[in-house]
């Protein structure tokens, strides 16, 4: 059965939240890692770098290496250390301000990458590189009259939740949750789309399952395409965790605020809950995300709530603001398994912070109930199939 994955930062964490699974004993398997630090403060002791730019303007740079001060630099001149489609979306703007600019620098590492956002608390950059080879990937720059640029093209992610285990591979297993994240690259809207546990799909072989059983002895790679065939959308990358996974992401990122939308009192989920909004820590939200028998809807409301966790969870990630997405993505790397790069990650952390978790659409796709060979499955009905195709041009709205 299933559970979870939030985000993020969120939607990586957020992202992360909604990926969990199972209703049986929860996994008590740990992930290995290094324990996170805490967000990198804004400092005053730290040795801060100033350059005048041939642009004019002058740039202070707080806890930056030289190369990071050179990529910096680069944006105000030649965009030189700047991603090219980037460097697009930049042309023809020029700086409104001679200066200074006094930018501090949030670093951490994720995906084998080191990752920075610098701001000034107006202009906010993120940077991907060395200590000597920076690219400055995305941004908002007011300061150069600038729209947000998180990339080129529309984020589509799929989110995965494991049935492992103790002891069995958190990607080697059932999945039991699965949802299509969909967000506008400029951070205008976005969408969660869950797919029943049971649907009957096509496989990459040709043959047919329930959406569950993909994963098992095949991996998540599996599962990517099997949507794609069902679906007709291709998935920028995904991201897995487990029980055990998902309960130590909340648990350090310090637990968050979440409407659970209805009495839950579950004793196989462990769910003892109130109705409404209230601060859950991990153990109570994976409780949340397993409660399936005993709530009408079945699974069908399972996944909702899901995507219920997921844009309370974008909401948290951006309560804890910009400076804290190194940290967080380290966090996420701990107890999440995905295939996505640093800059990638710290693209869809940073346009998640211009998101309205609240108008991010939530939804299931439409199914009926059927068996084949005696066993349960959902058959997606044509209601389904309209939703992803509409996705290919961007986040699902459901007509007022």
């Known amino acids: 059965m299933s559970r979870l994955r939030v985000l993020t930062t969120l939607l990586v964490l957020a992202l992360a939240v909604t ?34 730019t041939p642009a004019a303007v002058e740039v202070a740079i707080a806890d930056g290496t030289p190369g990071l001060v050179d990529a910096v630099e680069s944006l105000y001149d030649d965009r030189s250390a700047v991603d090219p489609e980037f460097s697009d979306h930049l042309a023809g703007a020029t700086a409104g301000t001679d200066g200074p600019i006094e930018l501090t620098a949030h670093t951490g590492s994720v995906a084998g990458e080191d990752v920075a956002v610098l701001t000034d608390g107006t202009d906010v950059l993120y940077a991907v590189g060395t200590d000597d080879d920076w690219t400055i990937v995305a941004g908002t720059l007011a300061s150069l009259g600038s729209e947000p640029w998180y990339g080129p093209e529309l984020i589509q992610l799929y989110v995965i939740g494991s049935d492992a285990r103790p002891g069995q591979s958190v990607t080697g297993y059932r999945a039991d949750s699965h949802h299509i994240v969909t967000i506008s690259p400029d951070g205008s809207g976005a969408s969660i789309v869950g797919i029943p546990r049971d649907a009957w799909v096509e496989t990459p072989g040709g043959g047919r399952s329930k959406f569950t059983n993909v994963m098992a002895s095949n991996g998540p790679e599996r599962v990517v395409e099997t949507a794609e065939i069902l679906t007709g959308l ?5 991201l897995v965790t487990g029980f055990q996974g998902f309960v130590e992401l909340v648990d350090e990122f ?75 993505l380290e966090l996420l790397e701990k107890h999440v398994i995905f295939d996505l790069t640093a800059t990638e990650l710290v693209r869809i952390a940073g346009v ?34 309209e939703i992803f195709e509409a996705l290919g041009d961007g986040p699902w709205v459901e007509a007022p």
């Not at 004993?25 to 040795?47: I, Q």
């Not at 979440?258 to 409780?287: C, S």
């Open 352 to 385: 998640i912070q211009h998101l309205d978790p609240f108008e991010t659409t939530n939804v299931v796709v439409p199914a009926t109930n059927g068996t084949v060979g005696g066993a349960y499955v959902a058959r997606l009905g044509d209601g389904a199939f």
């Open 254 to 328: 310090g637990g968050f605020e979440v409407e659970v939308p209805i009495r839950l009192n579950d004793e196989a989920a462990k769910a003892n809950l109130q109705a409404g909004v209230q601060f859950l820590r991990g153990t109570d939200m994976l409780a949340f995300a397993r409660v399936r028998k005993t709530i009408p809807g079945g699974d069908f409301t399972r996944q909702f709530h899901h995507g219920v966790i997921m844009q309370w969870g974008m909401a948290a990630t951006q309560d804890k603001g910009v400076t804290a997405i190194p940290t967080l």
């Open 234 to 238: 291709e998935y920028q990358g995904y």
């Open 19 to 52: 990926a969990c699974g199972g209703d049986e004993a929860a996994d008590t398997s740990t992930t290995s890692g290094s324990e996170p630090s805490a967000p990198d403060p804004v400092t005053t002791e730290a040795e801060t770098t100033t350059t005048e």
